[in-house]
């Protein structure tokens, strides 16, 4: 016997609260125009109209400009001196003029280790950018597929939500000849509720991922984004063919923050024998003119200045580049073994979504589909009861749902595996 404990007027709430969600989406998608695009369109908006890589490429022409200050040489200094007063009545001060020029010269190849380090500043930016591309290259296709799916989702309730009201319908007739009982009609009413609340929760989260893509590609706001995904492309691929230690090589190798790792283990080492060199004095050369020297006139002289190195020579700046050097080795040992955990245990999981993806029969969603149309029919001719077409329909919702489900995960699984190694090992 089955027992029924919701009432008419719970289910005219939820009934006018679903009604009012829908006919606000229903609005709003009215308004908005759908753009319809492949992951390969998607990726080609969001090279060109990203504005996170269009800032973060700004640093590399920022980087660059510091290389060409750093080639540069320092500007000679001229000096120019007037006699204003002097308490000798037969001399004319206003005669005497003295004249000098000097140069810096930097020692101990200063300027060149100030270029080395102005190139591998410029490396690094080229590093982030790329870093950079990746992460959002894997927000993207992930958003993607989620949408993707999320909308098969979709598309399954609102075929279910078609099929319920036309027997809810049927039924409703039925009760006003007194066929059936009420709880039957509210049964299936209180159901096409339900699957229309999970249908409104469903639009809620494509809603996000609806932004988020729009942002990331650089699209208009009151663009509505449809997936265009061949879901065959994703049978014929096979992780298990794919090797540990291929990944493993190709991330060691491609990864950009990985890259960045090393090259900051460069950059502070010569940083090291730069502050080892400024502690070196630089050359100031001079030249000078002076119209009326002691010496007499028109009397020209040339000089060197250098500092003298007693009290700082630079120990402080010394001791911080090599504390800054040691630490860098041990965050980019820290940095592979970070890798190496990650990707065998994402590795370790797309196997076990490859396997259990393998598993499926491919004619069992249709074979599924055909039977709970009959089911349908049987339940509207009265040949099984409601208990059984309930559980029966709950079962197969849940079976596409899951399939749906199991689908977005392996395909994340991959997408995360081309985003640990920096490669397309996945790319439908």
């Known amino acids: 016997m089955l027992t029924f404990h919701i009432s008419k007027s719970r289910i005219l709430q939820l009934f006018m609260v679903i009604l009012i969600s829908l006919s606000t989406l229903k609005v709003c998608a009215q308004k908005r125009d759908t753009l319809s695009l492949?992951?390969?369109?998607?990726?080609?908006?969001?090279?060109?109209?990203?504005?996170?890589?269009?800032?973060?490429?700004?640093?590399?022409?920022?980087?660059?400009?510091?290389?060409?200050?750093?080639?540069?040489?320092?500007?000679?200094?001229?000096?120019?001196?007037?006699?204003?007063?002097?308490?000798?009545?037969?001399?004319?001060?206003?005669?005497?003029?003295?004249?000098?020029?000097?140069?810096?010269?930097?020692?101990?190849?200063?300027?060149?280790?100030?270029?080395?380090?102005?190139?591998?500043?410029?490396?690094?930016?080229?590093?982030?950018?790329?870093?950079?591309?990746?992460?959002?290259?894997?927000?993207?296709?992930?958003?993607?597929?989620?949408?993707?799916?999320?909308?098969?989702?979709?598309?399954?309730?609102?075929?279910?939500?078609?099929a319920l009201q036309k027997t809810l319908q049927g039924f409703k007739l039925l009760y006003q000849k007194g066929n059936i009982s009420q709880k039957e009609v509210l049964r299936i009413q209180s159901l096409v509720y339900s699957i229309q609340t999970d249908q409104v929760n469903l639009v809620t989260q494509t809603n996000t991922l609806q932004g988020e893509l729009r942002q990331l590609i650089g699209a208009d706001k009151k663009m509505v984004i449809k997936p265009v995904f061949p879901i065959e492309m994703t049978i014929n691929i096979q992780i298990a063919k794919i090797p540990y230690q291929t990944l493993l090589d190709s991330a060691l190798l491609n990864r950009q923050d990985l890259k960045m790792a090393r090259s900051n283990i460069n950059y502070n080492g010569l940083n090291l024998r730069l502050q080892k060199a400024i502690a070196y004095p630089d050359i100031t050369f001079s030249l000078n003119y002076d119209k009326k020297a002691g010496y007499g006139l028109k009397y020209i002289s040339g000089g060197i200045a250098i500092g003298l190195p007693v009290f700082n020579r630079n120990q402080g700046n010394i001791r911080l580049a090599r504390v800054a050097l040691d630490q860098s080795k041990v965050l980019l040992q820290e940095q592979q073994n970070a890798i190496e955990n990650e990707l065998l245990s994402s590795y370790e999981d797309a196997m076990k979504l490859e396997n259990i993806y393998n598993t499926l029969d491919p004619k069992f969603k249709n074979d599924y589909e055909r039977l709970i149309t009959e089911v349908y029919k049987n339940y509207e001719k009265r040949n099984i009861s409601l208990v059984e077409f309930l559980d029966l329909y709950t079962s197969f919702k849940a079976n596409v749902i899951q399939t749906n489900n199991l689908q977005l995960q392996r395909i994340n699984s991959l997408e995360k595996l081309n985003f640990l190694t920096a490669s397309q090992f996945y790319n439908p």
Request: aromatic letters at 12%.
């Open 38 to 162: 492949s992951l390969s369109q998607m990726e080609t908006r969001f090279i060109q109209n990203n504005l996170k890589l269009m800032a973060q490429h700004y640093n590399i022409d920022k980087a660059s400009a510091e290389l060409i200050t750093s080639k540069l040489f320092s500007n000679p200094t001229f000096s120019f001196s007037n006699g204003l007063y002097t308490k000798s009545r037969d001399t004319n001060v206003f005669s005497q003029q003295t004249y000098g020029i000097s140069q810096l010269l930097l020692t101990a190849g200063k300027r060149n280790k100030g270029i080395q380090l102005a190139k591998l500043n410029l490396e690094n930016a080229r590093h982030d950018f790329f870093d950079l591309l990746r992460t959002l290259k894997f927000s993207l296709r992930s958003n993607f597929f989620n949408l993707y799916f999320l909308e098969k989702s979709i598309h399954l309730y609102e075929q279910e939500i078609r």
